[in-house]
């Protein structure tokens, strides 16, 4: 059953910190998406990868968070320094193959910055 | 640009209730439409969709048709089940290979025993 993984599923930290936030998409999807949600502000679009190179990063605030696909089967998402309003929960999606408009996202990572 | 608009929730029912979520979208072009379901505690997943003009995606009791003619695609259901709890998203995606989607606000519903 392939699926998306995410790690950590559960992060506390304290301002100021690094956070980094790991994702496998689905082995031969070749696009892979961040997301942000939080009860404010919905389901946000933070960045997106095809092929490992970035399509589309303008949701994402630049100075502080940074997003790469060092390899077909690893994306990271960090945020240094990180900031109590960075609180949310972080997913990762990935799309390819057959279905090929269908996004399949992993569990979450719950970021908590005190 | 594209979007995606869908009825606010919260949405509350009782137990076999008829269901119905509005959506509606603008978008240039042919999208393809969805619906993804989010459970307490889990990422989004696909829940149905719909390619083209007057097909009906349907999946565990849920059904929608992709209405052209008024840029619908509202999400039914005959009878609601207290596992139908979740959040629901409306979406759509450009069928130019893209990949990426645009979603609705998400619609929370809340069935009672």
């Known amino acids: 059953d392939a699926r998306v993984t995410q790690t950590p599923r559960h992060k506390v930290t304290e301002m100021g910190q690094e956070v980094t936030m790991r994702c496998q998409p689905i082995?031969?999807?070749?696009?892979v998406f961040w997301y942000r949600q939080t009860m404010m502000q919905g389901l946000e679009l933070l960045a997106y990868?095809?092929?490992?190179?970035?399509?589309?990063d303008s949701g994402m605030p630049k100075d502080r968070f940074s997003a790469e696909m060092p390899d077909a089967t690893l994306a990271t998402l960090k945020i240094q320094p990180s900031e109590p309003r960075d609180s949310a929960v972080y997913f990762c999606?990935?799309?390819?193959?057959?279905?090929?408009?269908?996004?399949?996202f992993g569990p979450g990572t719950r970021l908590t910055v005190l | 640009g594209d979007s995606v608009t869908q009825m606010e929730g919260p949405v509350t029912l009782s137990e076999e209730a008829f269901l119905t979520i509005n959506c509606t979208y603008t978008?240039?072009?042919?999208?393809?439409l969805f619906w993804y379901v989010q459970y307490p505690g889990e990422g989004l997943q696909l829940l149905l969709k719909?390619?083209?003009?007057?097909d009906k995606g349907s999946n565990k009791g849920f059904e929608a048709t992709y209405r052209k003619e008024t840029t619908s695609f509202h999400l039914e259901k005959g009878s609601v089940q207290v596992s139908d709890s979740a959040v629901y998203f409306c979406?759509?995606?450009?069928?130019?290979?893209?990949?990426?989607?645009?979603f609705g606000a998400g619609t929370r519903l809340f069935v009672k025993a």
């Open positions: 082995l031969g999807h070749n696009t």
């Open positions: 719909a390619t083209k003009a007057d």
């Open positions: 979406a759509l995606s450009a069928n130019t290979g893209g990949f990426k989607t645009i």
């Open positions: 978008a240039t072009g042919y999208p393809s």
């Open positions: 999606a990935s799309a390819g193959g057959q279905a090929y408009n269908e996004q399949f």
């Open positions: 990868f095809r092929n490992r190179a970035p399509l589309d």
